[in-house]
């Protein structure tokens, strides 16, 4: 079975601080995606990122960026300079790689408040 | 034309009407999805259909049926729904209906059932 676990319900913020998203997934499957979506309050599902589980190299999209770590199967997000906009709910999820039906496992979701 | 785009965006109805969500993609994608987001509750797969044919059904009651005419449209037809079938219905779309692939969201019906 496949899990997700984000273990912060709700952060908040002043704008200009760096925040950390915490996840941390749990697969029997060697082969798996990793994604993180944002649901701003207009309610649609942004995606961000996808990881496949043979790539530990971090990226940096902007201010941005992903750490994951196969050792402790965990695949943080990072704001760098928070703004008012990023103010959403969080979402990590995770894929088996041949997942029939293509299957997304989520997590609870991080809330996320940036105050000017 | 934004990807994937979802009518109506906002919904009231009665526990007898019977309504229709619909979402269409514009990505060229093969597999569609229907999700359920509850208020404190995980996302909740309901559907997936790929190339128009349904090989998902999550344990989702009756009430709730899904359409899928072709790869680029998908309804989901509802009819005598309970007050905690309220949520947002999420509908996604993904090139492939394999775990590699990754889904795109729309905007999401927010349902309100009296």
């Known amino acids: 079975a496949q899990k997700v676990t984000q273990a912060q319900t709700e952060i908040s913020v002043v704008e200009k601080e760096d925040v950390t998203l915490d996840c941390v997934y749990e697969?029997?499957?060697?082969?798996?995606?990793l994604f993180w979506y944002k649901q701003p309050p207009s309610g649609e599902l942004v995606f961000l990122i996808r990881?496949?589980?043979?790539?530990?190299q971090n990226e940096i999209s902007g201010r941005y960026s992903w750490n994951f770590q196969k050792s402790t199967s965990s695949f943080n997000f990072t704001i760098t300079a928070s703004q008012v906009v990023d103010s959403a709910v969080y979402f990590c999820?995770?894929?088996?790689?041949?997942?029939?039906?293509?299957?997304?496992?989520f997590g609870g979701g991080t809330r996320l408040m940036v105050k000017p | 034309e934004t990807g994937v785009t979802q009518t109506p965006r906002h919904l009231v109805m009665g526990m007898t009407n019977k309504k229709s969500l619909k979402c269409e993609q514009h990505?060229?994608?093969?597999?569609m999805y229907w999700y359920k987001q509850s208020a404190k509750k995980p996302l909740e797969l309901m559907f997936v259909?790929?190339?128009?044919?349904?090989?998902e059904n999550n344990s989702v009651p009756s009430r709730f049926s899904p359409e899928c005419p072709n790869s680029s449209h998908l309804f989901l037809h509802l009819h005598t729904l309970q007050p905690e079938d309220s949520a947002l219905y999420l509908c996604?779309?993904?090139?492939?209906?394999?775990?590699?692939?990754?889904?795109?969201f729309g905007p999401g019906t927010r349902l309100l059932v009296l």
């Open positions: 996604a779309s993904s090139q492939d209906d394999v775990g590699r692939e990754t889904q795109y």
């Open positions: 697969t029997r499957d060697t082969t798996y995606y």
């Open positions: 990881r496949n589980s043979f790539d530990e």
């Open positions: 999820a995770l894929s088996a790689f041949n997942n029939a039906g293509n299957m997304l496992t």
């Open positions: 990505l060229g994608h093969n597999a």
């Open positions: 259909y790929s190339l128009e044919e349904r090989v």
